[in-house]
């Protein structure tokens, strides 16, 4: 039988030197830390090597992570056991911040456009105004405070007539990485009954890894902005509702053990299922993408 990965698997190692040290992070990130931290070197070797990940190479990154700072190893009897150092958790909360935003489901009826000095941030980039003043973008409801001495403009964006939508460019890093994700959501869609456990727990690495890189490279752009076919709309929304349907499997895995090679990891607490703004969320954003789907 084929293995329902392979596509998946086949596209991150088909894409150049793989950087398995950040493969890492993503797993320290979403899986290991909401369950105490701290994971066998077995259990990281099992996950990664679903991936394809041979033993030497996890070997190799990990000890680049921890030259570098970001891990900390230690021993129990015969095993290796690792966790995220002080610098490693310091990075951590603000990129899951980023990574694991609710889906926005009311789209964006009024926007600032502020212009100062030291401008918050979020929103966008938009370049600058008379003197070179910097510019940004917010969608007023998740606006910050005004801060003081900024200029700020507050109206509709109307869409220009060819609806063509402004964002990335097609060529952009952003564009690929989200090409590249919808080509994995796709593959999964009718793959997830087919997964067992430890599959299930591989693709939602490889899901959260892939939208990783794409919202820490930059601002994230509303979908009103955005033209009806690029690949970045309504993806938050997406991602969420397919990783919610990877939670349940996937944590099953993590609660088990494989005796003589890793014990269970300790019970999650509740940001896992209040990740992507929770599973209600995440239902509310599945069924507006089977709406643009159909065309309602």
């Not at 008379?130 to 973008?137: E, I, Q």
């Not at 796709?186 to 430890?198: Q, S, V, Y």
């Not at 890894?209 to 820490?216: A, C, D, G, P, S």
């Not at 349907?245 to 299922?273: K, N, Y």
């Amino acid at each position: 039988m084929a293995d329902p990965l392979a596509p998946l698997i086949d596209r991150l190692h088909g894409e150049g030197r793989l950087r398995v040290w950040s493969l890492v992070i993503t797993v320290f990130g979403d899986a290991i830390e909401p369950r105490g931290g701290e994971v066998h070197l077995a259990r990281l070797q099992a996950l990664l090597g679903r991936l394809g990940i041979e033993p030497g190479a996890l070997r190799t990154a990990l000890s680049r992570l921890a030259a570098d700072g970001w891990v900390k190893r230690a021993r129990q009897g015969r095993n290796a056991l690792y966790r995220l150092s002080t610098r490693g958790q310091r990075e951590f909360g603000p990129a899951a911040a980023r990574i694991y935003a609710p889906p926005r489901i009311r789209p964006v009826g009024r926007w600032l456009l502020m212009m100062g000095e030291a401008l918050p941030e979020g929103g966008l980039p938009w370049g600058t105004g008379p003197g070179g003043v910097p510019m940004r973008l917010f969608a007023a409801d998740e606006a910050p405070r005004l801060p003081a001495g900024a200029f700020v403009i507050a109206g509709e964006i109307m869409r220009p007539g060819s609806g063509e939508g402004i964002g990335p460019e097609p060529g952009s890093v952003e564009m690929r990485e989200a090409l590249r994700l919808r080509q994995d959501m796709a593959a999964l869609e009718g793959e997830i009954g087919r997964l067992d456990p430890l599959a299930t727990t591989a693709a939602r690495i490889l899901l959260v890894h892939r939208f990783r890189r794409i919202v820490l490279r930059g601002p994230e752009w509303p979908d009103e902005l955005l033209s009806p076919n690029s690949p970045l709309r309504g993806l938050r929304r997406d991602v969420a509702g397919l990783y919610h349907r990877l939670v349940p499997a996937s944590e099953h895995w993590l609660d088990s053990e494989a005796p003589g090679r890793f014990p269970p990891l300790p019970s999650p607490g509740p940001s896992i299922t209040a990740r992507f703004g929770g599973t209600v969320a995440a239902r509310q954003g599945k069924s507006a993408s089977s709406d643009e789907r159909r065309g309602d």
